[in-house]
């Protein structure tokens, strides 16, 4: 089920893309809300740029095995000129433009090639993401890849998922560690209620939680209300 400012749009496969159906130049909350219960939702902020196609593509699965991309376009001032940006979740990516390091995510690329492109982002214990692109002049393309983990060999389930159950309902904190928040891209720092799930909140730089578990990059805190959630580490310290 699509759900756009929380209005319902229909459900998936969804192309507004008659004259009478476009959305209005801005930003927006995408909700995407599985018919299975037992699959978390996913929401993002979009922005809708006037003449120009948003594709959202999300593939739902257990736990950290979701995953997906989100290109826009937007116009710049200068009509001669091209940017790619690319973001990823989780950050830290190697992003390649073709054959070319371009380096890691988020990163913004000033004027790739007016031609058909394949971005592929990769990262250690996490599937590679493969998008087809096209970097027109006078825009910046962004791309938002939501990388999914490692399925093991035993039984289907994610390398980051492997903990025991005992550790699943109760991790172990380290005796007095915490977390700061250090300065991000975006002014924040996104929370999700499990590896690659859905968002709970956000964390600002300079806040301080409790430690309580780390796998493969992410950092499981304990929020103000009492409950837990998880953050990247690319923008995080551990103090004891």
Known sequence: KVYLDGEYLGETPLCLCESSEMVSVGNYTLRLVPTKNDLSEFQEKITISESVLTVIDRKFAKDSLSEGYYISLTPLEDETASELVVVSLPEGATVFLDAIDIGKSPLSYKDPTESDHVLRIQKNGYK??????????????TAAAYLSTVESLFGGASLTASASAENDILPTPASGKTVVI????TGFLRVRDSINGAEIGQVSPGDVYEYLDEQQGWIQIKLKDGTSGWIS???TEKQN
Do not use: A, V, W
Not at 128 to 141: A, M
Not at 182 to 185: V, Y
């Open 182 to 185: 250090l300065d991000t891209p």
């Open 128 to 141: 590679e993401k493969s998008i087809r692109i096209r970097t027109p002049l006078g825009y910046k393309l």
């Open 233 to 235: 580490g690319e923008y």
